[in-house]
């Protein structure tokens, strides 16, 4: 995103961050990868403004196994 000169607004700007992937991806794993991080950040944000204890171990373990496939792909496409 930075590197196409664009910068996510202070607000809303982890949700601009998914838009913007959306926009520009034609990858289907990528996509794929885009509604976890969108569910993940919505998640997030319960988590830390409204309710505290709402993530299992089960899915916090889910979600790093998610993050390790989704840098790879990170890493695939800029190699």
């Known amino acids: 995103m930075l590197s196409g ?38 998640k997030r944000h319960r988590v830390v403004y409204e309710e505290y204890d709402i993530t299992s ?3 916090a373990a889910q979600a790093l196994e998610w993050a390790r496939g989704f840098v790879d792909k990170i890493i695939e496409i800029i190699d």
């Open 5 to 42: 000169g664009y910068r996510p607004s202070s607000s809303e700007g982890h949700a601009a961050v998914v838009r913007f992937m959306e926009a520009v991806s034609s990858d289907g794993e990528m996509l794929r990868f885009t509604g976890i991080l969108d569910r993940l950040r919505r």
């Open 57 to 59: 171990g089960d899915e």
